[in-house]
């Protein structure tokens, strides 16, 4: 059965900012947690952004070098890969 409202990757790292600025409300951060829960990917990335935040006491991923965002998205898709070649 398809669940209509899982959120994309994409969308959950486009969420992880606000989330951790509090700014998301309660439906789109429970999305998002049932999202993290079940995604290692997007759970270490929330994890570097927190890394990230407490460098630079920064939220804002328009900080972050664009090439490194576009290495990160890179990272995320080869472990997808990665997992969905293991079968599951
Ligand atoms: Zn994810």
């Not at 486009?14 to 409300?25: E, P």
């Not at 460098?55 to 990665?82: H, Y």
């Amino acid at each position: 059965m398809a669940l209509t409202k899982e959120i994309t990757c994409h969308q959950a790292v486009a969420l992880v900012s606000d989330y951790l600025d509090g700014a998301l409300s309660r439906r789109e951060r429970r999305r998002l947690e049932h999202h993290l829960a079940g995604c290692d990917a997007c759970s270490a990335y929330l994890d570097q952004m927190k890394v990230t935040i407490a460098l630079s006491g920064s939220v804002s991923p328009e900080d972050l070098p664009e090439k490194a965002l576009t290495d990160l998205m890179e990272v995320f898709e080869n472990f997808q890969r990665d997992r969905n070649d293991e079968g599951d």
